[in-house]
């Protein structure tokens, strides 16, 4: 197995504004990160800092030295901008009830039955 047997794989990172995805060919052997820093994206994302960014395959956060099966699909996750439990914990602290879906509950009805 030498470095002539190629596999495609896919990279994708989504910003809020614009989305990547891109298909490469990588020798058989290459890693999650390796295929992240050969697909150009760190050069069109300067900002991207892949030390500090997860890297999954199909949606599961996966190793950056993780070996690459063809048709892989390598996506890099932005980290939080706000810890989920930190959010939590203050809205509770402000008395802010939440409902599935995260938003604000509609204020409780009267237990007076003749309102």
Do not use: H
Not at 2 to 31: H, K, M, R, S
Not at 42 to 67: H, M, W, Y
């Amino acid at each position: 197995m030498g470095n002539a047997d190629t596999i495609t794989v896919e990279v994708a990172y989504a910003l809020p504004e614009q989305q990547w995805l891109l298909e490469l060919q990588v020798p058989e052997g290459t890693t999650a990160r390796q295929a992240v820093e050969s697909s150009g994206l760190l050069e069109a994302c300067p900002e991207l800092d892949l030390d500090n960014s997860r890297l999954g395959i199909f949606g599961k956060v996966t190793k950056p030295d993780q070996v690459l099966r063809a048709r892989d699909r390598v996506e890099v996750y932005r980290p939080l901008i706000a810890d989920p439990k930190e959010v939590r914990r203050l809205r509770a602290k402000e008395g802010k009830r939440m409902k599935k879906g995260g938003g604000d509950l509609e204020p409780e009805a009267s237990s007076d039955p003749t309102v």
